[in-house]
Nanobody, 122 residues
Framework: QVQLVESGGGFVQAGGSLRLSCATSGRTLRRYAVGWFRQAPAKEREFVAAISWTGRVTIYADSVKGRFTISRDNAKNTVFLQMNSLKPEDTAVYFC???????????????WGQGTQVTVSS
């Protein structure tokens, strides 16, 4: 059973950077595509970025293109989300999820972490 654990969230001023990590306990993350999603208060969960298990395919939401970068280190069973030029509207709980392929749709992931809070002040 793969369990996903996010870390790296925190409080940052607008224009700042954070790097989120998604690591596994139990089985290796190596064969799973991983997606990042976020949910702000009173809003629906939204897709942020995803990466295939090989790392060759990456996809992004338009709202984060050019600012966020998803990557993975399979030797460390970890996927990263580097977030630069953060904006107050990026404030949300960020979740990583594991699935068979990189997808925009949350329903195609069957393993989810508990989330990590990111707060961006103006």
């Amino acid at each position: 059973q793969v369990q996903l654990v996010e870390s790296g969230g925190g409080f940052v001023q607008a224009g700042g950077s954070l790097r989120l990590s998604c690591a596994t306990s139990g089985r290796t993350l190596r064969r799973y595509a991983v997606g990042w999603f976020r949910q702000a208060p009173a809003k629906e969960r939204e897709f942020v970025a995803a990466i295939s298990w090989t790392g060759r395919v990456t996809i992004y939401a338009d709202s984060v293109k050019g600012r966020f970068t998803i990557s993975r280190d399979n030797a460390k069973n970890t996927v990263f989300l580097q977030m630069n030029s953060l904006k107050p509207e990026d404030t949300a709980v960020y979740f990583c999820a594991g699935g068979d392929s990189a997808s925009y749709y949350g329903g195609e992931y069957d393993r989810w972490g508990q989330g990590t809070q990111v707060t961006v002040s103006s």
